[in-house]
């Protein structure tokens, strides 16, 4: 029986992924490693689990040889505002470990890879409305670099060696179960806590500031169709993504419709900087084109989910 692993887990994207993955495939083919213990995180129920560090090798490749591994999710990252602290630390985790899973591929026999990119491949000289899929690259975080070169990577590993291997540009990914940690866009999860615990936010970038954005469920159901694609109406490795984009203030007026007491301050720190390299808006036209790519989500469905959820969960 050939097995699924999701690296990577207890994240914000591996909390919801592994479950879904349970869904469609079945509780026994999923299997998951992490840095952290489940029981440190919001740990899901895995058929097999082991608290791994992507940069060991020797412990990676043994997992994948135990478990029968043949398609795996490469989730574990640095993320931009963290990376900008310790670029050296970004650079380690994010092009070395993608490496040794390329590696483990690349000698175990492994059919398939999925590794989120993001829009942190684009940088001051991309166009920042309607972002083009093939368009200037020149990111200016260490994020951004290391989603680049992976990017070649992936796509060096996939021409020479036949892995199937593809990618995804994220988007900010908002959702209730996990925490994101270290990004730029995690004001936009952060904004939703604070509004239902404190009715106050103090926001780290500027109410003007427009990011794209995707709901956790739309981001789940693009990474398990992406695999599941027909690869000959695929003609690219990587593809754009997004489901909405709103300022700051735009979605700090959606969540007053639901909680009409909420204000916001805004203090725009370093993160600032990072956000005004990206892009506002996204052309995802490719993915929608070659494997029917089509999110449900907008900002006012979204937020009514996220308050909705968010309040069983807090109050
Ligand atoms: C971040 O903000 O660093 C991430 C991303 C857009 O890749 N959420």
Redesign the pocket.
């Known amino acids: 029986m050939k097995r699924i692993l999701v690296i990577g887990s207890c994240g914000q994207i591996g909390s919801e992924l592994v479950p879904a993955l349970q869904n469609v495939e079945g509780i026994e083919i999923v299997c998951a490693t992490d840095k952290k213990n489940p029981q440190d995180g919001n740990g899901s129920n895995f058929a097999c689990f082991d608290q791994l560090d992507v940069l060991d090798y020797d412990a990676l490749e043994n997992f994948v040889k135990d478990n029968n591994i043949d398609t795996i999710y490469h989730l574990a990252s640095l993320?931009?505002?963290t990376?900008e602290k310790y670029p050296q630390t970004a650079w380690n985790l994010n092009i070395n470990g993608l490496m040794n899973v390329l590696e483990v591929a690349r000698k175990n026999d492994i059919k398939r890879i999925v590794w989120p990119s993001?829009?942190?491949v684009f940088g001051p000289t991309t166009p920042r409305e309607n972002t083009p899929n093939d368009t200037i690259l020149q990111p200016s975080t260490m994020?951004g670099i290391t989603?680049v070169t992976g990017e070649l990577m992936i796509t060096y590993y996939a021409e020479k060696y036949g892995i199937n291997i593809r990618s995804v540009r994220?988007?900010?990914?908002i959702s209730c179960e996990t925490l994101?940690g270290?990004?730029?866009?995690?004001y936009a999860v952060e904004i939703f806590y604070e509004a239902i615990k404190n009715q106050h936010y103090e926001c780290f970038l500027e109410k003007t500031t427009i990011?794209p954005m995707l709901y956790m469920s739309d981001c789940v159901k693009a990474l398990i169709q992406i695999i599941q694609a027909d690869p000959s109406r695929m003609h690219h490795r990587v593809y754009n993504l997004t489901g909405m984009s709103f300022s700051c203030a735009e979605l700090a007026h959606e969540i007053r419709k639901h909680i009409p007491d909420f204000t916001i301050d805004y203090k725009p720190d370093s993160r600032q900087q990072?956000a005004d390299s990206?892009p506002m808006t996204i052309d995802d036209s490719l993915a929608r084109e070659e494997w029917g790519w089509k999110p449900i989500y907008t900002i006012e469905t979204m937020a009514l989910d996220m308050v909705q959820k968010l309040r069983k969960k807090l109050l």
């Not at 994220?170 to 990914?173: C, E, M, R, Y």
């Not at 270290?182 to 995690?186: F, L, N």
């Open positions: 993320l931009s505002a990376g993001s829009i942190a994020y989603k994220l988007p900010g990914i994101p270290g990004g730029t866009t995690d990011l990072i990206w």
